[in-house]
């Protein structure tokens, strides 16, 4: 996140989500994880980098992951 930031990546291109702290714990599931990633994400088409730590605490995060990934 760092990089994107020294390179120029605006910080609101720059979505970061830790599911192990206040505030994301209670994300489980798939499509909680994606409500609070649609939730988070600037209302325009440019695109943005997502950064999720402590995904494997949502089961069947893959389909939300590959379903942005088809986006780009």
Not at 25 to 52: A, H, Q, V, Y
Request: glycine letters at 6%; one cysteine or more.
């Amino acid at each position: 996140m760092e990089e994107l930031l020294r390179e120029g990546v605006d910080a609101n291109r720059i979505l970061y989500l830790s599911l192990d702290r206040r505030g994301f714990k209670s994300i489980t599931t798939p499509e909680e994880l994606e409500e609070r990633i649609e939730e988070m994400s600037p209302n325009d088409d440019e695109g943005c980098f997502l950064f999720i730590d402590e995904v494997q605490n949502v089961r069947g995060f893959e389909k939300v992951v590959l379903a942005y990934q088809e986006e780009c």
